[in-house]
């Protein structure tokens, strides 16, 4: 995943506000980076444009060697689908639905066929094996972040994103999902990218970087506690 010069500007009134200021990133596959920053630094933007869902003011975001800024909406929806999963800060679960159709659902927004086999793979592999069929009013608040991670990874995505996935979450979970992220990352090869206001989730990337006045500034390791 690249980010090329990226600006962002937002108009405020009667000027307008610059929420990224030529910013560039690049994530190697099976590489997690970390960015930081205070609330309105524009880091959500920042993992807002890396997952397609915006569209930069100027500046190139590759995705699968996909350019993808390029794109209208429509095509930027296709490439987000097909390439980009999303871990958000809260589940958003469908309380309704087990724990496999979590994840098939994904299959059905794509277009394809139900695809069970791959959905139990995913559930195994965040540590949720043979929990395909239970509800989700049954699972632990770390369990669901889990299906969260397992239901990003449906489409075999290139990139990764991740919104504050630990910040509900108490020490100790914080720190399994931390390395599920990590595991999934290695063995799947994604480009993965949290934004996080958590150290430790920072310490545990391979790279990271802060957010500031919509500049976008990388960290040593040492900085992070």
């Known amino acids: 995943m690249i980010l090329r010069d990226i600006t962002m500007v ?8 610059t929420a ?13 980076a970390a960015i930081t920053g205070e609330s309105g630094s524009g880091k959500s933007t920042l993992l807002s444009i890396a997952a397609g869902l915006l569209s ?9 060697g996909q350019r993808i800024d390029q794109l209208d909406d429509n095509g930027r929806a296709r490439a987000r689908l097909d390439h980009v999963g999303v871990i958000f800060q809260q589940p958003n679960l469908i309380s ?31 540590g949720l094996e043979g929990m395909g069929a239970r509800k989700m009013s049954k699972l632990s608040g770390g ?13 075999d995505p290139a990139v990764l994103v991740a919104d504050e996935p630990t910040s509900a979450l108490d020490s100790q979970l914080s720190q399994e999902i931390t390395e599920l992220l990590v595991r999934v990352t290695k063995e799947l090869g994604t480009a993965t990218v949290v934004v996080t206001h958590d150290m430790a989730v920072a310490a545990a990337a ?3 970087y802060h957010v500031a006045d919509g500049k976008l500034f990388s960290k ?6």
């Open 206 to 208: 391979d790279s990271s």
């Open 143 to 155: 369990q669901r972040q889990r299906v969260n991670v397992a239901r990003a990874l449906m489409a």
């Open 96 to 126: 309704s639905l087990g724990v496999r159709d979590q994840l098939l659902i994904t299959d059905h927004m794509r277009g394809l066929k139900p695809r069970p086999e791959r959905a139990d793979e995913l559930l195994a592999l965040v």
């Open 10 to 17: 937002y108009p405020d009134g009667d000027s307008t506000l």
């Open 220 to 225: 040593a390791k040492q900085d992070l506690g």
């Open 20 to 32: 990224l200021d030529g910013v560039s990133l690049e994530v190697p596959s099976g590489e997690v």
């Open 56 to 64: 930069p003011t100027s500046g190139e975001v590759w995705v699968a």
